[in-house]
């Protein structure tokens, strides 16, 4: 009976030695979980933030696609660094980019920073039928 209730006492010591330990591992998973839920959540307005910026930029000092792409993504890179997200993957903050971009075109939001095209600027005369 001895030896029982000795083994039950080292059993019960590991358990609470081993508590601490399993509650730390605990509260980093669930920051972990924490953090990237904040991150979904802020990501597709920053995104569309920047790509709205690299619009304009694009317009003021005549940007090509791939360096507006690029400026927003180092936008977005750049804002969730500043408010304490250093470790987003560089691949998500891509394609965050290009499905607010997408998003944008469809709703016409970026429509404001296209440049009328030589066809447009042209009046249109009417042909008249005799």
Not at 26 to 46: C, D, F, H, R, Y
Not at 63 to 89: C, I, P
Request: charged share 25%; proline share 3%.
């Amino acid at each position: 009976m001895n030896q029982v209730n000795s083994l039950s006492e080292v059993v019960v010591a590991i358990v609470v030695a081993v508590i601490p330990f399993i509650f730390k591992q605990l509260e980093k998973w669930l920051e972990k979980n924490q953090t990237a839920k904040t991150i979904v959540s802020i990501l597709p307005t920053i995104a569309k933030d920047a790509v709205v910026v690299a619009e304009k930029l694009g317009v003021e000092e005549k940007l090509a696609g791939e360096v507006k792409n690029s400026k927003a993504v180092g936008y977005v890179s750049d804002t969730l660094k500043n408010m304490g997200f250093t470790d987003v993957d560089a691949q998500i903050i891509k394609n965050a980019v290009e499905s607010a971009y997408a998003e944008l075109v469809k709703n016409g939001t970026l429509g404001v920073y296209n440049k009328p095209s030589d066809k447009q600027e042209q009046p249109q005369t009417k042909q008249v039928k005799n």
